[in-house]
């Protein structure tokens, strides 16, 4: 497995544009993913309350998909590449813990597993990642949002867009939990593989999304698949799990 995705990651940091600095932490990304995904898998296992904690070598793809996805142009620094790195952790593996206990634990796992292979002079830093800070933009570019204060009216444009076009508009209110929450489904809407869909039978494993009416969540969910340009599915959960209603 170490091998695999070092051939990956040091393939695609190899080609033209990308700076010393970053092709070298080719191994190191790779060797503390890999510590921090067997770390889990040791010490979260699922119990009756986290049912969910299951992870699998689809999580480590997934990671280095999305890694694929950026330009040597938008990640110059090593420093760039390492907040790249914590972000992509963060979607894959901490998106699905639930109380601050575990996020706690996470979070300091990923900080030791970060210096022990990349270095101690490297700081885990919280950020937004995204493809949506240019609208209408065709290719969409993967790169970090280095002025957060634009990042609210942007997700509000798209959200005015919405309502514009929608029979039922949502009168959200976009404060920095919404948003972050909107962009971590952006993310997983662009990156498992299903770009036609938004909530599908294929979500269920990994991404579960149960949506209960008239919630603030219920309605993020919906504002996302339209920045997408495509149709989302709300799952009714009724006890045969056979209807899907297009919203």
């Not at 503390?32 to 040791?42: D, G, K, Q, S």
């Amino acid at each position: 497995m170490q091998r695999i995705f070092q051939t990956i990651l040091t393939n695609f940091l190899n080609a033209p544009g990308w700076e010393d600095e970053v092709k070298n932490l080719a191994n190191g990304v790779v060797d503390a993913t890999i510590e921090i995904y067997n770390t889990i898998l040791r010490d979260l296992r699922p119990t009756p309350a986290k049912s969910h904690y299951q992870f699998n070598l689809r999580n480590i793809n997934k990671m280095f998909q999305n890694i694929l996805m950026v330009l040597p142009s938008k990640f110059k620094t090593a420093q760039s590449m390492i907040r790249l790195y914590t972000h992509e952790n963060q979607r894959i593996f901490g998106d699905r813990l639930i109380n601050q206990e575990d996020h706690v634990w996470f979070d300091e796992l990923l900080l030791k597993c970060t210096k022990k292979h990349c270095g101690d002079e490297f700081t885990v830093e919280n950020c937004v990642i995204a493809d949506f800070m240019v609208p209408g933009a065709d290719p969409r570019i993967y790169e970090e949002v280095s002025d957060m204060s634009q990042l609210q009216p942007t997700i509000e444009e798209y959200l005015n867009d919405y309502n514009a076009e929608s029979k039922q508009p949502m009168p959200l209110v976009m404060f920095m939990d919404a948003i972050s929450h909107v962009a971590s489904c952006a993310e997983i809407n662009q990156c498992v593989g299903c770009t036609r869909q938004f909530f599908t039978k294929s979500f269920l494993g990994d991404d579960v999304a149960v949506l209960a009416p008239s919630s603030g969540e219920e309605l993020a969910h919906r504002a996302t698949p339209s920045r997408h340009g495509v149709d989302g599915v709300e799952v009714d959960p009724t006890i045969q799990h056979e209807r899907a209603v297009k919203f």
